[in-house]
């Protein structure tokens, strides 16, 4: 085995986290080195006009996404069940290559509901120990909004985030003007104005007003107009091409770790990016209290052992949990005792789904039009935004009309009770194409005893190591919240006057489906917290048991949010590296006594 020349820091994947990461860290003056084991992508020519607007490569074809053949999960519902490989894309969709998931995301850009960051407490304060399940694992972050938001502000200007803003310092400035009033406080405005709205998007606004709720526009990460990033990067408007979730972006609109900030890593001469560099483990002392580096696979199949004095784990959620695993860092998670970290509270997205078909005379909606983080939607439901006692659930969920671009292949809804396929088929596809409109339920999913990940006893990847295990089902909390916000989804919907709707629900004794897209907003397995009995990190995203390894990604969730995670995710990361930058170069150590 070589052994490379020693960095002061080696990052482990370049998506969102590993991008921050690497920016801050070479600003501080450390000789920075990410390891991203899929290939170099960039807008050219990964999003090159037109070859990108191509469903059957991205969508169909998964060009982006991580190769399955060579590394997956296995899946299983329960501990008593026998986990099998996730061998097809269904429910989530990793990526690789420069820029991760944050290469083919769609740019929907929150930040997070004040209370899920201290979730536990504040259920218990307000409806006692008691309404939350005996086997619900929720826990507080350890950090809470007020601490975060300056990075939540910096990460909207250096996204280029479009938005309108509820109220800034204390003072209401978007009354009236499609601003959140569920939102927290802001410092300073978001960098762009909001975009502007589809069809689909105004009559959920207008229907949802009818009702008595608030709609707001979205807050995203396509810009609105030109931009230019605190770091530089430039961006150009948004031109609702609808080529968004799953492509590169070739209009450098959508935020992305390759257009908002390699371009100023390529600048810094204390940065290395090497592709095609697969991690297969962290390397520790004899007192396995401190990191000494990596070994990674190269692009020719040698294995490299690479020093480094500080270790960032940044991969995608699952593949931090599972390096964390395999290098023997922080006890794996044991659900019979309910004791270890690594692997608990495992979490994902309560999604719920309505389709409104409108005659051909009412509304042209035009789906194939859109943008990724683009919209219209409402909190009325979300967080902790209502009374949860009299219907008996944990959790929460934004709705919203997402219009982000319906493809030719994959996207064609017709109303229920249409044949499978046939003249009629093609009948009601032609009519309904133009004139449907989808809206959906964002709804948070807690943590559970049961849902877990650990390492599989039985299946390899390409190298001999075992592949994480995925021990996930739907609760019973889960489905009771899914049908209540279903329900006044769907009046939502009928408000709008279509000749149909379809909705797509779960039922109780529900399984979980790894065949059906949901989102890739998977959570939890390295979770951080303020007790290293129930959290693999401390509140800086340090590792309890390894000072020099940080793990910054949507593994450190200790449960899912009713919003998309990237926001938290960058602001959180920015937190951690402002942390290392100020007090641990200062001094190396625990930055939180156990």
């Given at each position: 085995m070589r052994v490379a020349k020693k960095v002061d820091v080696v990052i482990v994947g370049f998506g969102w986290a590993?991008?921050?990461?690497?920016?801050?860290?070479?600003?501080?003056?450390?000789?920075?080195?990410?390891l991203e084991r899929g290939p170099a992508r960039d807008t050219y020519p990964d999003g090159v006009y037109p070859q990108t607007m191509?469903?059957?490569?991205?969508?169909?074809?998964?060009?982006?996404?991580?190769d399955i053949s060579c590394e997956t999960v296995t899946l299983r519902h329960t501990r008593n069940d026998v986990a099998v490989p996730y061998r097809q894309f269904g429910a989530f969709l990793p990526g690789?290559?420069?820029?991760?998931?944050?290469?083919h995301w769609s740019g929907v850009h929150f930040r997070v509901d004040p209370m899920e960051?201290?979730?536990?407490?504040?259920?218990?304060?307000?409806?006692?120990?008691?309404?939350?399940?005996?086997?619900?694992?929720?826990?507080?972050?350890?950090?809470?909004?007020?601490?975060?938001?300056?990075?939540?502000?910096?990460?909207?200007?250096?996204?280029?985030?479009s938005g309108t803003a509820w109220s800034i310092k204390g003072e209401v400035v978007g009354r009236d003007k499609g601003g959140n009033p569920f939102a927290a406080d802001r410092s300073d405005d978001f960098p762009l104005v909001a975009q502007k709205n589809t069809v689909s998007a105004q009559l959920f606004a207008k229907a949802a007003t009818e009702l008595g709720y608030h709609p707001y526009n979205l807050p995203s990460a396509n810009t609105s107009g030109p931009y230019t990033n605190p770091y530089g990067a430039q961006m150009g408007p948004c031109n609702f091409c609808g080529y968004c979730s799953g492509y590169a972006c070739y209009m450098y609109s959508k935020a992305s770790p390759n257009v908002n900030i390699l371009p100023a890593l390529r600048q810094a001469s204390n940065f290395e990016l090497r592709n095609n560099a697969h991690v297969l483990k962290v390397n520790l002392d004899d007192s396995k209290t401190q990191a000494t580096g990596v070994t990674y696979v190269d692009s020719q199949g040698h294995k490299i052992e690479?020093?480094?004095?500080?270790?960032?784990?940044?991969?995608f959620q699952f593949n931090n949990v599972r390096l964390m695993l395999l290098s023997g860092i922080g006890k794996p998670y044991d659900p019979v005792t309910n004791e270890g970290v690594v692997g608990r509270n495992f979490a994902y997205q309560n999604m719920s789904t309505v389709t409104a078909f409108f005659k051909p005379d009412a509304h042209y909606t035009n789906p194939?039009?859109?943008?990724?983080?683009?919209?219209?939607?409402?909190?009325?439901?979300n967080a902790d935004n209502f009374d949860h006692g009299p219907h008996g659930f944990v959790g929460g969920s934004p709705f919203w009309v997402n219009q982000a671009g319906?493809?030719?292949?994959?996207?064609?809804?017709?109303?229920?009770?249409?044949?499978?396929?046939?003249?009629?088929?093609?009948?009601?596809?032609?009519?309904?194409?133009?004139?449907?409109?989808?809206?959906?339920?964002?709804?948070?999913?807690?943590?559970?005893?049961?849902?877990?990940?650990?390492?599989?006893?039985?299946?390899?990847d390409n190298y001999g190591l075992p592949l994480l295990r995925m021990t996930f089902d739907w609760q019973d909390n889960d489905v009771k919240m899914n049908r209540f916000m279903l329900e006044r989804l769907q009046k939502v919907a009928e408000t709008m006057g279509p000749k149909a709707i379809s909705v797509s629900s779960k039922v109780n004794g529900a399984h979980f489906d790894a065949n059906s897209y949901q989102t890739t907003h998977l959570n939890g397995g390295a979770i951080m917290g303020t007790d290293p009995k129930t959290s693999a990190l401390?509140?800086?995203?340090?590792?309890?048991?390894?000072?020099?390894?940080?793990?910054?990604?949507?593994?450190?969730?200790?449960?899912?949010?009713?919003?998309?995670?990237?926001?938290l995710l960058a602001a959180l990361t920015y937190w951690s590296a402002r942390a290392i930058r100020e007090q641990y170069l200062k001094n190396p150590g625990p930055l939180v006594q156990a």
């Open positions: 590993g991008a921050i990461m690497a920016k801050e860290l070479t600003e501080a003056g450390l000789q920075v080195l990410a191509d469903e059957l490569t991205y969508n169909s074809r998964k060009k982006l996404f991580m690789t290559g420069t820029g991760g998931a944050g290469l960051l201290r979730m536990r407490s504040h259920y218990e304060e307000r409806y006692g120990k008691n309404f939350i399940p005996e086997n619900m694992t929720i826990q507080d972050f350890g950090v809470s909004y007020e601490e975060l938001e300056p990075y939540f502000d910096f990460a909207e200007k250096v996204f280029g985030t690479q020093p480094a004095d500080l270790v960032i784990l940044a991969a194939f039009i859109g943008a990724g983080g683009n919209g219209i939607g409402m909190d009325d439901f319906t493809k030719p292949i994959a996207g064609l809804k017709v109303p229920p009770g249409t044949p499978k396929w046939g003249s009629a088929w093609k009948a009601a596809v032609a009519e309904s194409y133009t004139h449907t409109l989808s809206m959906d339920a964002h709804g948070a999913h807690q943590s559970y005893r049961d849902n877990y990940l650990d390492l599989d006893p039985q299946y390899t401390n509140r800086y995203l340090q590792s309890w048991d390894v000072h020099n390894v940080f793990v910054p990604g949507a593994s450190a969730f200790p449960q899912g949010l009713g919003y998309n995670p990237t926001g």
